[in-house]
């Protein structure tokens, strides 16, 4: 029989989100951000790429980039309330980690499989946030894909892409449990 970890099982069948709206300070120092980080390292990665990397966005840069969200929702064209609504997880943030896709030039991994690693580090991010007591959420909206933003706002280059913006800070409030999937209706068992 494998060695068994019945409490990481257990986390990881009631893991649940918290809503970013709902976090207040404080948010984690960078000391206690660092094995979290740390833990998001040792996501899948095919090829040992590390086609991600982390931007530790604290409370001092959320009105800086409230202010060019709502600049680029304005060049956008969006409404008010899509200028509203993207700006909002910085007008409320207390500490986000934006986990960037960092594209790399490999003849044996693909960019999808690459997309997928960095997917997986913002996975592995979250859970060791809330693994450690930590309220987190997971959050892309427009403002992730403009690339305008990104460069602005993040110094991104042109082979990198925000891959989501990972907030954790205190909770407040434990959400109530939400519907899960049916996994017997999502799952095929092929034995032959």
């Not at 404080?26 to 931007?55: M, N, S, V």
């Not at 003849?107 to 979250?126: D, F, N, R, W």
């Not at 007591?133 to 993040?154: I, P, Q, Y």
């Amino acid at each position: 029989m494998p060695e068994r970890n019945p409490s990481a099982l257990e986390f990881l069948l009631s893991r649940r989100s918290r809503p970013a709206k709902t976090l207040t300070a404080p948010g984690p120092d960078r000391d206690q951000l660092l094995p979290l980080l740390t833990a998001a390292g040792r996501t899948p990665d095919h090829g040992k790429l590390e086609p991600w990397r982390f931007i530790v966005l604290e409370q001092g840069a959320m009105p800086r980039l409230a202010a060019l969200t709502e600049e680029r929702g304005a060049a956008l064209g969006m409404s008010e309330q899509e200028i509203a609504k993207g700006r909002s997880q910085f007008d409320q943030g207390i500490l986000a980690v934006a986990v960037i896709e960092v594209q790399k030039d490999s003849a044996k991994v693909p960019p999808l499989e690459q997309t997928y690693s960095a997917g997986a580090a913002c996975l592995a991010l979250l859970n060791a946030a809330l693994a450690d007591g930590w309220g987190a959420n997971w959050l892309t909206g427009w403002v992730s894909f403009d690339e305008e933003f990104g460069r602005k706002g993040l110094g991104l280059e042109a082979h990198e892409r925000v891959a989501g913006f990972i907030h954790i800070a205190t909770e407040t409030v434990q959400p109530p449990e939400r519907p899960r999937p049916d996994i017997q209706a999502l799952t095929t068992w092929v034995s032959e």
